[in-house]
């Protein structure tokens, strides 16, 4: 198994600019989410998914959108890039909701000029 | 999610156990201890999760103290593959919006050969 693989690794925006991260795991896992980690902080909670064609909004939803046509694939779009968007992206994807281990992607380092 | 406290930084050699502490002195009684770490760079790694009796697997060892306020992780030989943020979180399997985990500011545990 791949587990869960972020495209692209990194990435360099002018403001105002779009575009979409990838995320796909390869575990059938039911549940998926896109965190973001700022320098120095902890992860917040974006957007999530609980199965395919089920999403909500976490706790940061504002300037991105999501999708889950597929149980493997959960992108994330940017609809007007910020410099305020300058981050690090996570996605990470667990079983269900009451299974205790989530399994997290290798990142997607953003910038936004 | 009951609040968590952990000791921002810590060094341990090489070889030896390394023991974080982590304080959870509000913890509801249905409430686990997770732990995971994050080494630089790379999205978060669970370890380990337990609710009253201690636990280990391969990575570590939990210990949660009998009136469940704290618990200690236990890495039982450090290596310098060790070397990264651990954070540990409590919460409760399945009610956070999309099995959202909350990370704290966590320990940064360095390994000194």
């Known amino acids: 198994n791949a587990g869960v693989t972020q495209t692209p690794k990194f990435q360099v925006l002018k403001t105002g600019q779009s575009m979409t991260l990838q995320c796909a795991q390869d575990m059938n896992h039911e549940y998926m989410s896109w965190y973001r980690q700022d320098p120095g902080m902890g992860l917040r909670l974006i957007h999530y998914?609980?199965?395919?064609?089920?999403?909500d909004q976490g706790e940061v939803p504002n300037g991105y959108n999501v999708s889950r046509s597929t149980t493997e694939d959960f992108p994330l779009r940017l609809l007007s890039a910020a410099p305020s968007q300058t981050s690090v992206y996570f996605c990470?994807?667990?079983?269900?909701?009451?299974?205790?281990?989530?399994?997290f992607g290798p990142g997607t380092r953003l910038t936004v000029l | 999610d009951a609040k968590t406290t952990q000791p921002p930084s810590m060094d341990c050699a090489e070889g030896r156990a390394a023991n974080l502490p982590c304080n959870h002195s509000?913890?509801?009684?249905?409430?686990?201890v997770y732990w995971y770490r994050q080494i630089h760079s790379q999205g978060p790694q669970y370890i380990i999760h337990?609710?009253?009796n201690n636990e280990t697997n391969e990575m570590a060892s939990l210990i949660i103290t009998e009136d469940r306020k704290s618990s200690t992780l236990i890495l039982p030989h450090a290596t310098l593959r060790d070397t990264a943020v651990y954070y540990c979180?409590?919460?409760?399997?399945?009610?956070?919006?999309?099995?959202?985990?909350?990370f704290g500011g966590g320990t940064r545990v360095l390994v000194k050969p």
């Open positions: 509000t913890i509801s009684g249905n409430e686990y």
């Open positions: 990470a994807s667990t079983r269900g909701p009451l299974y205790n281990e989530q399994f």
């Open positions: 979180i409590v919460r409760v399997p399945g009610m956070a919006a999309g099995n959202k985990l909350t």
């Open positions: 337990g609710l009253k």
């Open positions: 998914s609980v199965g395919a064609g089920i999403t």
